[in-house]
């Protein structure tokens, strides 16, 4: 039978393209259903308060920070979205005088424009972001050491080769976009040899870190978040982390305050992952072939999927 076309661009696939009953299914879950869809490999968290939420999203990097000597260096794969445990993080390496020299860290992504990365003065760059909110404000005696930073840039050479180097990635800590996207990686235009599917999970996999074209709604969501709703300032392409890269690290953490994407889309990749059901039209749902995947809620940002007028 073939897919449905997608309800917000149809020139793209998204989750509006999967059984409705799938989708009806996930709608129902309550916050303690989702701590129910744990099993092997994957878990679920849920946080009573934004402080308790944010502060263990900074302390993960601060454990795996600490793990790492001179003999075997360990790094952080780290989101822009969210950003509010970025300075908790750099005032936890003060406070506790974490000396950094021989931790790494990855940033996930970063704007493509005109065939180059966003420069990192401009206000919409992440890299600008990550130095901005978090390594800038370490005291240089405890800070990680500038050459242990990668950033995407359009020669992604180097960045590839970083993740190559024998450096371990603990943990790669992301946000969920409303395409359940981790990072940039969108679903596909629907065309070509994917006009009639979307790519099989081992194609999926195969995809190492690149330029991306990006969902509108991915577009639409980033100028909400960042941009004050000015959708025409944001880029529609971006760098973005691979599978490939993903697949190297150890834990894939997601952390959803509620404020990026909405209450059914927190259910629906949780479900997805849960159950094995894996559909590269709901990119997130992939991580179900990760052996160590932890959704982390607050639960006051859950909602409901119900009518509600405003």
């Known amino acids: 039978m073939a897919r449905k076309m997608s309800m917000l661009a149809p020139e793209w696939w998204d989750f509006t393209t999967l059984d409705s009953e799938l989708l009806n299914e996930a709608a129902k879950l309550t916050p303690d259903d989702l701590l129910q869809l744990s099993r092997d490999g994957f878990k679920v968290v849920l946080y009573d308060t934004l402080e308790d939420f944010y502060l263990a999203e900074a302390l993960e990097y601060i454990t795996a920070w600490k793990r790492a000597t001179p003999g075997n260096p360990v790094g952080v794969c780290g989101p822009i979205g969210p950003t509010e445990q970025l300075p908790l993080v750099a005032r936890l390496v003060n406070e506790l005088q974490v000396d950094l020299s021989n931790a790494y860290f990855w940033g996930m992504d970063e704007w493509f424009v005109d065939g180059k990365e966003m420069d990192a003065t401009h206000p919409l760059s992440f890299e600008k972001a990550d130095r901005d909110l978090c390594f800038n404000r370490m005291d240089k005696k405890f800070r990680i050491p500038d050459s242990n930073l990668n950033f995407p840039k359009a020669d992604l050479t180097n960045y590839i080769k ?100 909405n209450p059914f889309g927190q259910r629906l990749t949780a479900f997805m992952i849960s159950k094995r059901i894996m559909d590269s039209s709901v990119p997130m749902s992939l991580l179900a072939d990760h052996p160590n995947v932890q959704f982390n809620y607050f639960r006051g940002g859950l909602g409901v999927c119900e009518t509600e007028m405003h």
């Not at 760098?239 to 690290?249: D, I, M, N, R």
């Open 162 to 261: 970083s993740w190559e180097s024998g450096v371990r990635c603990a943990v790669m800590q992301g946000g969920q976009g409303d395409t359940k996207h981790w990072a940039f990686n969108d679903p596909v235009k629907r065309e070509g040899k994917y006009k009639d599917a979307p790519p099989t999970l081992e194609e999926f996999k195969k995809l190492n870190a690149r330029v991306v074209d990006l969902h509108p709604v991915t577009c639409m969501q980033n100028a909400r978040t960042s941009g004050g709703g000015v959708v025409t300032n944001i880029p529609t392409q971006a760098l973005t982390v691979g599978p490939v890269q993903t697949w190297k690290a150890e834990k894939v953490s997601i952390w959803q305050a509620g404020t990026h994407d």
